[in-house]
């Protein structure tokens, strides 16, 4: 046929009504009864609104695949699957009731809020399912499988019950993202970057033992400051001891950054370079928290605040080569304390505000508003060195646009 001759609106609908009015879904179904079987469990799509052209696509892709092996002779079992639970439900639903906390699910009520969130989905499965079928996907549509039949629940918690009795389930910890807006944990994969400008600060931890001997550290993130149980160098970099003439001070700093730290955030050039050594040289060099009185998790430490080197995770493009460490506040940092046995802690609760153990002047605040607090109080220490307006990736909430966090559940006890 010409091209210009094929309406696809027509010949679909003819087909449909064709499908329709033969039972052919059905007699192809009945005709391989008995025969090889072959199975397919589709991956449920959320229920939450109308297909979109990445579920049309998905759901194309499927439908071929299956025709594919019914044409083969196989008696293919086809149970489509809608994904009802979680958080992308719950969101629509607080949405609809003007919410702005998951508190507010308290006290509406949470028995009234999950039947709301039932009757949401249930909705949703309706208009996704019609919309499937007029894209003439063979699918059993009127036997799929929902996350929020008591079945499935069981059939989870039952793999679950199974992994546990195998000794395949340990207790650790590990930092996670979270959107302390939604109340979760938000994976890998749904994490959103965007550039945002925020104050970063250069601070001096005291060298134990030594007079007016000073480790540099830059970090963009000062809430973090109260979890840091260690400093990262890089083996193999140069580090310089960097005298201040006019406050007797020694910084060090990684030897290619020196000149930069000084005229741009200490803002001298009377300063002499006494001595230079490698990274490795300092490994093991204790340090002072300079807010370590203010602090209940950082005392009693015996492990802790302590030089660790890493050739993976230091570089020299910004900062000063000596990367502050607080392992429970990130992944790498968490790799790199759990190898050199550097403490984890993680005073902040799921909401984003401290614990008791971050200290009376903490509790209770929501961490990032803290950074002028600390950045204050560690000027007031004198070990500020300066401060620099930086841009850099933070990650986000794909959800609701609240800026992630990196907690270690203070649950786990790690392995
Ligand atoms: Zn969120």
New binding site residues.
């Given amino acids: 046929m010409p091209v210009s001759l094929y309406k696809a609106n027509e010949i679909e609908k003819e087909i449909a009504s064709k499908w329709k009015r033969e039972n052919t879904y059905e007699k192809v179904k009945k005709a391989s009864e008995g025969k090889k079987p072959f199975f397919f469990m589709d991956g449920p799509p959320y229920a939450t609104a109308s297909i979109h052209l990445g579920t049309a696509w998905n759901k194309i892709i499927k439908d071929a695949y299956i025709r594919f092996w019914r044409m083969q002779g196989f008696n293919v079992w086809d149970q489509p699957g809608f994904d009802t639970h979680g958080t992308p439900i719950e969101l629509q639903v607080e949405k609809s009731l003007g919410f702005s906390s998951k508190k507010d699910i308290e006290k509406y009520g949470t028995e009234k809020f999950i039947k709301k969130c039932r009757a949401y989905a249930t909705k949703y499965i309706g208009v996704m399912s019609k919309q499937f079928e007029d894209l003439g996907v063979w699918m059993d549509w009127k036997k799929p499988y929902l996350t929020l039949d008591n079945h499935y629940i069981e059939g989870a918690w039952f793999t679950f019950k199974q992994a546990f009795e195998n000794g395949y389930l340990y207790k650790g910890s590990y930092p996670v993202h979270v959107?302390t807006?939604?109340e979760?944990v938000?994976a890998y994969n749904e994490i959103e970057h965007k550039t945002v400008t925020e104050k970063s600060v250069f601070v001096k931890f005291p060298v134990r033992g030594k007079e007016n001997e000073y480790l540099v550290i830059w970090t963009t993130t000062p809430w973090t400051l109260p979890a840091n149980t260690g400093v990262m160098v890089h083996p193999d970099f140069d580090y310089a001891y960097v005298k201040i003439d006019m406050t007797g001070e020694t910084l060090i700093v990684a030897k290619e950054l020196a000149d930069n730290l000084m005229t741009e955030v200490v803002e001298t050039g009377n300063y002499k370079i006494t001595k230079s050594v490698k990274g490795k040289e300092l490994e093991g060099v204790k340090y002072d928290h300079p807010l370590k009185d203010l602090v209940p998790a950082l005392q009693g430490m015996e492990r802790g605040h302590r030089v660790v080197t890493s050739s993976r995770f230091v570089n020299l493009d910004a900062g000063t080569g000596l990367v502050h460490t607080a392992p429970g506040h990130g992944s790498e940092d968490w790799q790199v304390g759990r190898q050199e046995g550097l403490p984890v802690i993680s005073p902040v609760h799921l909401d984003g505000t401290f614990t008791e153990d971050a200290g009376e002047w903490l509790k209770g605040r929501y961490t990032k508003d803290t950074d002028p607090m600390i950045i204050e109080k560690l000027s007031e220490r004198n070990v500020l060195v300066g401060t620099q307006e930086t841009a850099h990736e933070y990650p986000m909430?794909w959800?609701?646009?609240?800026p992630l966090l990196s907690l270690t559940s203070p649950s786990g006890s790690s392995r």
């Fill in positions: 959107c807006r939604c979760t938000v909430c959800r609701c646009g609240t």
